[in-house]
């Protein structure tokens, strides 16, 4: 198993701003994943998050909106940019230890913008 | 495209008894199934997982059925305990893209 601790875990935070969310895993870990749960909802995978190189976007989020980062293999970030009350959500990190196991997630970020 | 859905939004279940939440799925590609558990406040925890070359996987107080021929996903708890009430999600993995889709989700509410 893995260890992730997220921070924050919640903000509120005004609109046209930006927040970087960090995840910080207790091993090194081979996948990271970035999601996002709105109210009510399921989860959605923003992107994987791809050690020394640009992440993979699925359709519908792009980078210039949520730029990743991910230096090394226990440590990612997500930035959610020029934020609106649409981007309210909670955010999580997800990793895979070994790629095709089981993903652990972090407690996620819950954001509020107002 | 791939979806998970689930058949039930809520169940309630009597304290003591066992619940069954299912969980449909489209994509015959995908060959890991996992389910989760979400309490509230909390992301979400790993419970039980299953691959495509088998049809039943138990685990402590939790078994996962899957039937394949009709891409049906069942989780059993047996003997349910307040602690169990949570929002419970299914997904699935492509074999292919190698991503996790997620259901929508079935809230479990244990009466005394």
């Known amino acids: 198993s893995a260890v992730i601790s997220q921070k924050p875990s919640r903000d509120i935070c005004q609109r046209g701003t930006s927040l970087t969310i960090q995840c910080q895993v207790d091993?090194?870990?081979?996948?990271m994943f970035w999601y996002r749960q709105q109210p009510g909802q399921s989860l959605t995978l923003i992107a994987t998050?791809?050690?020394?190189?640009?992440?993979?976007?699925e359709s519908g989020f792009v980078i210039d909106k949520f730029p990743i980062s991910r230096p090394n293999l226990t440590f990612s970030t997500l930035t959610v940019s020029n934020m609106s009350p649409e981007d309210s959500s909670i955010y999580l990190c997800?990793?895979?230890?070994?790629?095709?196991?089981?993903?652990?997630f972090g407690q996620g970020t819950r954001l509020t913008v107002v | 495209g791939e979806s998970v859905g689930l058949h039930l939004p809520t169940l309630s279940v009597q304290e003591g008894d066992n619940s069954i939440i299912n969980c449909a799925y489209s994509n015959s590609a995908s060959d890991y199934f996992i389910w989760y558990k979400q309490e509230s406040g909390k992301g979400p925890q790993f419970i039980i997982d299953?691959?495509?070359?088998?049809d039943k996987r138990q685990g402590q107080r939790v078994t996962v059925l899957l039937n394949k021929t009709v891409k049906h996903l069942s989780l059993q708890i047996a003997a349910t305990q307040p602690g169990d009430s949570a929002v419970y999600f299914c997904?699935?993995?492509?074999?292919?893209?190698?991503?996790?889709?997620f259901g929508q989700g079935t809230r479990l509410t244990i009466n005394p």
């Open positions: 998050a791809n050690q020394g190189s640009e992440a993979t976007y």
């Open positions: 997904a699935e993995k492509d074999s292919n893209t190698q991503k996790l889709v």
């Open positions: 091993s090194q870990v081979t996948m």
């Open positions: 299953i691959r495509s070359n088998m």
């Open positions: 997800s990793v895979e230890v070994w790629q095709n196991t089981e993903a652990f």
